[in-house]
Each structure stands twice: as structure tokens, then as C-alpha cells.
């Protein structure tokens, strides 16, 4: 085996790993606070995408300027879905801990915007264009790196690392920790639980409106786009550990180095189902994933 | 809506008198009946079919009708399959022993037309097939069952000889060969057709990768694909990784001498949309394009766009060949016995007329009744100053006028 070609698999796996951990980042977020399984999560990065493309489809601005609007528009996008749709239910089933109704109700989000995105945009592929970044790639000798995706690995890093600092260092970071330990005791020390929710909700929102921006400079954007973002986002967060944001971004890496140094080995069909089977492999033996937390929700 | 359904009812009422006047010399009229899917998942294409036979049957009638039969009009009748297998084979019953019909033509679906033209052959019908690719459609042994469109295996067959009327035009040697396919029934099917043929075409196969239609990255594929540096790249694949695996292959600079697609996710509208220059060169088979060089199809495509917004398909135009097929035969038939209507499609000798417009030179039917000239065209993408296009290239004498293929792809 060539070195070369090895060190391109491994790099191309690293850079692409870390962008599924970014699609998986607003996911485990939100089942962290709210214990919540959003099926909704790959239509909010296919939201994001579309908010992204025509922002820069009108501006002709850099595709990575559209975050300064994107971020707040999904977080409030985000804050509404949570406040309107997912609390009344939290409301009607208080003495359920996790209502299975609202796992129905995100589905019910999802079938809604990717058909909304159907009727509004058709079925069409928009690729973004003008795309300062469009096949940009930086060439070392026989080792090419893409930069988009070189972008997207340094974002991914940037938002991980904002989070766990106002996770940390915030009253509101350490409000929603709180709520996520025990939302009963929480509520107790008089922190609002409905507001963290909201809160919670509006920051996994806007982080997949995140990934969608990150993504779209170099994926096309389409209503049923989310789709295998959304099933790959499900196995990374089961195996990085449910509500982990460590877990969150080594899942994703390990899952972009099994598909980018399978195939050297494989036909590119085997490495999904390798991925499928590591993912059965660890509810079998390690339901709480890498980083997950031992105790029982 | 009710007045108006009134209306249609009346009208009808009184069509169907004078229809039963009309049999009295039942030789005034030739009834064909047409199974396609006009509703359901193949709908668009079935409309497509319906309106291409209808512009045809019209220049028919027009032009006085079926001459040796008095001057005949032909009359269509439609069933609407809704793509199901169950439907067509009612539809094919109803059409012999109550409509009694005297040809049928369909169905589009190979599902609906593998039934229900078995029910024709049971009863003697002739049974014409426009366009259903599944290749057993005409490999059972039936007499009066005939198709008009390539089989399946066809598709692959011409893009081997496509390779080998390149190289000996431009002079270019072709030696190793990649096929890089989605892994559903559609792609693994040409790759072991691709498999057989590249053998006996002398390649040596240096990459056999199939990938999930749903892949999200497909690096890793096009990686492959640079350290097999293949002479010639072979692909079967729907249009998000189409689009997904040509802008990768750009990036990556990886320039085989030849990228032929397979139709499917290359002929999709919006594939030379999101994907822009780097499409340019790509090959891509198809049944048929706009711009064949045949007398007629600008004129027949012009007319057909006028009347119903689109251009014509390769679909369309297998229909529109097909009513023609069938006027040229009841000709020399002279009669409307189903014996003498089959013998007579089993003699077409079909090349010259206004149903030329296909790509290939003329209609001629084997044993098995299948159209032994039905070929496809190669198509290359490429801009000559109206943006980029699909140019016909192949077989040289459909070759847009003025057109020199870019052969082999330049290095990116």
C-alpha cells in the first residue's frame, strides 16, 4: 500500500469525520438536555442549507457569511418549534419522563419541512454557485485537500469549542447542565425548565443550521437532503455516547475514517455495512457509547 | 364541473352511435388499443406515449389513412395500467373480447407488458412494444409480439461498440477500463454485462466498485479510481451521486480518456446545472436527443413542443415510430385479418417516411420480433457557445451537423 494514498484516505477521513460529527453535534445536544430523539435534526440541516444557499445566491457574499444570519434565524427557528410544538406535549404527558409523543411530533416536523422545501424549491439538485470555495483544493505534492472541507474541519473545531466554553462559563450553560442533570431539582434551585428547553433546542437548531452552511459549499442542496445526513447522525451519536459532545465528534471521525480506509481494502458498499454493524455492535455491548454517561435517564 | 361532464356524456352518446353506424362496413376503421400508465408512479411518461401516438395517428388519418383498406382511419383507444401488471392483463381482455381490437400497442412498464402481450399471443393479436427494455419481452418464442425500442442489454452492447468506432476514428488506443456503479438492480445489472463485454473486447479491467446511491462523501471512490487510472470510466448512477461523483472527480484532477454514463442520473435536467464545467466531455447514452441529425426531427420536435410544452423523449418518439410501423404494415396487409397484419409487421422493411426520426437507419423485426437495427445514441456534454449541452456524437450518421467530438478528454 502506497503511503501516500494511505496518508489522503486518512486525511480525507479526518476532515470529512469531523464534518458528520458537526451534523451530529445539534442532535446529541439536544437529547442531552431534553431526552429528546429529534427525527427532525436532518431537515433542520437541510433548512439551514437552503437559508445558506439563497443568502448567497442573492448577496454574492462568502458562503461562510451566511452563519451571521443563519446561526440566529435557526436558533429562533429552533426556540418557536421547541416553545409551540414540543412543550405543550412535555405539558400534556408531565408524568411520562420521556414522551413518546414527541418523537412522533418531531417525525411530524420532519415530513412537514422536507415537503414544504418540496413544494417551495422542487425536487431539483442546486449546487451553490457563484462558490468562491467550489472544487478550491490545496495540492501537496499528490496529496490533495479540499478546502471546503478543510473549512469545515476548522468550524467544527470553533463550534465545539464555543459550546463547551458557554457550557462551562455561562449562567445559562451551566443552567441547561443543571436541567440536564435533573430537571426536577433544577426547577427547584428556581432555574425556568421551559425556558432552558426552548434555549437548549435553539442551540442544537443553529448548530445544524451550522453544519448545513458548512456542508453546502461542496454538497448539493436538495428537500430530502437531511435524510442519510440524519441516519449517519443517529450512529455517530449512539457511538460517541447519547448527549456527549466529545462523544459527538470522535463518533464522527471514527465513522469518516471507516468510510474514507474501508474502501482500500473494500468495494465502498462493505464500509456501510461496516458502519451499520459497529453500530449494533455497540447497542449490544456498550449501549452508553464512548463517553456516554453510565446512569440510567 | 357537473354541466360540463353532462356535456361530455352527450357527446360521447352521440360519437357512439355513430361508431355503430360505422361498423356496418367494419373496414372503415382500424382499432387499436393502447395499454399505458396513465396515472400512478409512470404517469408523466405514459402522457408522453399518449400524446406522441396522437400527433402520429392524426398525419395518418390525414394524410388519407390506410390506403389498401379503402382509407381506413385508425382509431386509438387507451387503458390506463397505472404501471400494474394485474390492470394490464384485464385491460388486454377487455381490449380483444369486448373492444375487439385489432392490434394493441404498450406498455411501458416491462412489468405490464411482459403479461399482458402474453395474453395478445393467446388470442392472436399482433402486439406492438414501443419502448419496454426487459429483454425476455421477445424471448419467449411469441409470433405476433413486436418491439421497436433496443433491449436492456443493448444499452451496454453500444457503449462497447461506441469505444470502438472512437478509437478508430480518432486513432486512439483504449486498454484499461473502470465501472464504478450504484449498487441497486439497475447498476449491478450493467456491471456484469460491462464484465463480459470488456473481455471480449480485449480491456483489461483495472476497477469493479460498486458504492450506495446514499452515500454522502464519495472521496474514497474517485480515490480508487485515481490509482486505477483507467483508460476508460464506466458508470451506472443516479443523479445526486452522479452529480456528487463528477464534481469529486474534478477536484481530485482525475482525467480517464473516456467518462461514459449509462443514461439515469447523467440525463437528469438538473445534472448539468449543479455540476456546470466539470460535466464538460462526459459521455452519457441515451435513446434519443433533440438534436439527431435525421430529416424530420426538428420539424416532428417543433410540432410535437407546440402543441404540448415539451420536447420530445426517447419514449415519445418510440411511440410516434410505432403508429407508423403499424400504418406501413396494414398497408402491404390489405386486410385486417390478425394472420395477415402479423405476417405483414413480421415483413417491415421500415426506413424511409415520416417515422424516421430515431437514431438508428431502419425498423427491421427477427425471428423473436424484436427490431434487430434498434440502437441508442452517445451524447457528449459539452459548451459551443449557447452553454453547456447534450450533443449527439454517436453512431456517426445521427451526429449533430458541424460537431467534432473532444476525444479523448483533455487532461484537467
Redesign the interface.
Known sequence: MDLVFLLQDVINGVLMGSIYGLVALGLTLIFGVLKVINFAHGSFIMVGMFVGYWIVLFTGLHPYLALVLVVPVMFFFGYAVQHWLIRPIFIAERDVREPITVIIVTTGIWYVLDNLALLLFGPDYRALSPNPLKGEMLELGEIFISIPKFYGFLTTIATCAGLYWFMQKTRTGRAIRAVSLDRDAASMMGINQWKIFNIAFGIGTAVAGIAGVVLTPFYNVYPSVGVPFDVKSFVIVVLGGLGSIPGALLGGVIIGLIESLGPIYMTATWTEAIVYGLFLMVLFFKPSGLFGQKHDW | MRKLTMIAAIFAMVFAIHAGIGVAHAEDVVKVGNILPLSGPSASVGQQGKQAREMAVEEINEAGGIKSLGGAKIKLLYADSKSDPNVGVTEAERFINTEKVHVITGAWNSGVTYPSSAVAERYGVPYIVPVSVRDTITERGFKYVFRIAAKDSWWTRDQFMFLDDMQEEFGEELKTVAFVYE?GDWGTGFAAQWEELAKEHGYEVVLN????S????????V??IR?ARPDVLLLTSN??DA??LT?TL????VSPKVIIGSGGGHA????L????D?AKYVFDIVEWETDVNKPGAKEVNAKYKERYGANLTGEAVDAYVAMYVLADALERAGSLEPAAVRDALAATEYSEGPGMIVTYDSIKFDESGQNVNAALAVVQVNDIGNGLERITVWPQSARREGYSPVFPMPAK
Open positions: 449498487n466498485e460498486p458504492y450506495p446514499s452515500a454522502t462523501d464519495l472521496t474514497p471512490v480515490n480508487k490509482r443523479a445526486a452529480i456528487l464534481n474534478a477536484d481530485y484532477k437528469d435536467p438538473t445534472f446545472s449543479a455540476t456546470g466539470n
